[in-house]
């Protein structure tokens, strides 16, 4: 990752500002075919009262759901892979989202959907801890161990919510389902809370722009330019936990998000976190509007598709191709 955020790529204001303008324009035309299209096609400049109805009650809540949570989620992968420097980081890795998922499961099968949120954020931050807890040595951060302990976090809150699963008979299939990830129980309460979320985080990084290029250096080179680089890994970690945890209680697990809008942006160029930062929440934000509607509108009769079916399968041959891509890297490194 050092060598992918070197800032010896630069990137004029210009180039930063037309490629805020074509994402831009992608947002509001995702933002407005999503609206109007799925089971029901609504016209959108004269809706009768039922479409008005499906607008206002149901579409909208749901992409706004959408795009904030894809903000969120690819964000959160940012943040992760800077405290990691590995590009390869997410939610996933960190095992903050199977840890999120983990309390959220719980809370489905002891207390209903109204604790979903505060058993999330509660798992993500045991999962946190728990990963803290490993990669702590001195009161330094190991990013190695940090990957690995997250690793051991995410395999076993898997294998516990397999567990759950197993044992609760009757409300497995709910669970499973929700599992899958989606947004079918959108609200504009979700979507409120999860855009201030990511809006606090987004200003956060956007703040700290300076100080997260200067990570992409080795600890001496940040701990001498005067980056407070163990607290500064701490307060990503919390956020990046508290993004998963938010999108994970209100849209269940979607996978790779986080993964593969940074990297599409790192390959356009775009290495500067002052850059990366804000353009990673708002292609992760169309990008997941986009997952959403093809999620509602590629089978016949109004089935939907699992969002997280649809993320993951695109994330694995996304991943695939990283590997393949690096492959000449890593044997060089042998």
Known sequence: MGSSLSPGRDLDNRRFFSA?????????????????????????FHPDELGRRILLEVRLPRVLLASFSGGALALSGLYFQYVMQNPLADSFTTGASASAALG???ALLAAGEKALLPASVAGAL???????????????????????????????ASAAIS?????????????????????????????????????????????????????AFDEETALS???????????????????????????????????????????????????????????????MMTADLLARTLLPQGQELPVGVLTSALGGLFFLYLLARRKRDLYEMD
């Open 163 to 215: 567990l759950l699963k197993f044992l609760a008979d009757e409300s497995v299939a709910s669970v499973v389902f929700w599992l899958m990830g989606g947004f079918q129980n959108a609200d504009y309460f979700r979507a409120g809370l999860l855009a201030l979320t990511g809006g606090l985080a987004l200003a956060y990084g956007m703040a700290r722009a300076p100080a997260l290029d200067l990570t």
């Open 126 to 156: 045991l999962g946190l801890l728990a990963v803290l807890r490993i990669a702590s040595l001195r009161g330094r951060l190991l990013p190695v161990t940090m990957l690995l302990a997250g690793i051991v976090v995410n395999t076993f």
């Open 104 to 106: 959220a499961v719980l």
């Open 225 to 287: 330019s005067g980056v407070p680089l163990y607290r500064l890994r701490r307060e990503l970690l919390f956020l990046g936990a508290l993004l998963t945890a938010a999108s994970v209680a209100f849209s269940g697990i979607i996978g790779f998000v986080g993964l593969i809008v940074p990297h599409l942006l790192r390959l356009a160029g775009f290495l500067r976190a002052s850059a990366l930062v804000p353009l990673t929440f708002l292609f992760g934000a169309s990008f």
């Open 20 to 44: 805020t303008g074509v994402l831009g324009l992608l947002w509001v035309g995702v933002f407005v075919l999503s609206l109007s299209r799925g089971a029901v096609s609504v016209d959108l």
